[in-house]
């Protein structure tokens, strides 16, 4: 079945530093990727989405990247601060239907350090 | 805002038994989903509904069913509980062809 491959498992980094998750897809009709970040102990939240027609779309100092072509997209934040700890999801959608399926990466969990 | 109500944070069952996880939304959403989370697993999508009385599989159904009745309500029902099914179990609404989910809080069920 499709998939999404998420790496590192684990990141830590010093605060004010930058931080990158990496996703990788097997679905070519997947035509629409957002990001979730969960808190300890709090719901999945989504921070940033892009769409297949977009290449890169930035939220201050969340940006998201997509490369089509090699079915990757990359999840970057700047300037980090203790409040960014979470864990990270990035999801895509089954195929291009409108059934709202999305497929999830295995997270990864961020630590900034202060 | 939206708000995608879980019945429980937190449920302790014991072996065999029949569990019922019920979810709630209140924006008409015509999607709804149960996932479940494990450590280094990421979401798993269990089940899901795009209409009342309408569900498909997801990735791992075994030893699940779901039922929905009523746009607002997508019941998980675990027919006679396992071990292996100790975990997080998180609930999702959307729009029909929308894509933004909007998550419950969780379930976390204990089988002893």
């Known amino acids: 079945g499709e998939n999404v491959e998420q790496h590192p498992s684990t990141l830590s980094v010093q605060e004010g530093d930058s931080a990158v998750i990496k996703c990788t897809y097997s679905?070519?009709?997947?035509?629409?990727f957002p990001w979730y970040k969960q808190e300890l102990g709090k719901r999945p939240q989504l921070i940033i989405d892009?769409?297949?027609?977009?290449g890169e779309k930035k939220d201050q100092r969340i940006a998201v990247t997509l490369n089509k072509t090699a079915k990757h997209f990359s999840l970057h934040i700047t300037e980090t601060q203790p409040e960014d700890s979470a864990v990270y999801f990035c999801?895509?959608?089954?195929?291009?239907?409108?059934?709202?399926?999305?497929?999830f990466g295995q997270g990864t969990t961020l630590q900034v350090k202060p | 805002d939206v708000k995608v109500t879980q019945s429980s944070r937190y449920l302790v069952k014991r072996t065999g038994e029949k569990v019922f996880l019920e979810c709630v939304q209140d924006?008409?959403?015509?999607?709804m989903f149960w996932y479940r989370q494990d450590p280094g697993l990421g979401l798993r999508l269990i089940y899901f509904s795009y209409d009342v009385k309408m569900k498909e599989k997801g990735d791992i159904p075994e030893g699940y069913s779901v039922s929905r009745e009523k746009k607002e309500r997508f019941s998980l029902i675990l027919e006679s509980a396992s071990t292996n099914q100790t975990s997080m179990y998180l609930c999702a609404s959307s729009l029909f062809r929308g894509r933004m989910a909007f998550f419950g809080q969780g379930t976390r069920l204990t089988v002893v």
């Open positions: 924006m008409d959403h015509e999607n």
């Open positions: 679905d070519s009709a997947s035509n629409y």
């Open positions: 999801a895509a959608s089954l195929g291009s239907s409108n059934t709202g399926k999305l497929i």
């Open positions: 892009i769409r297949s027609n977009v």
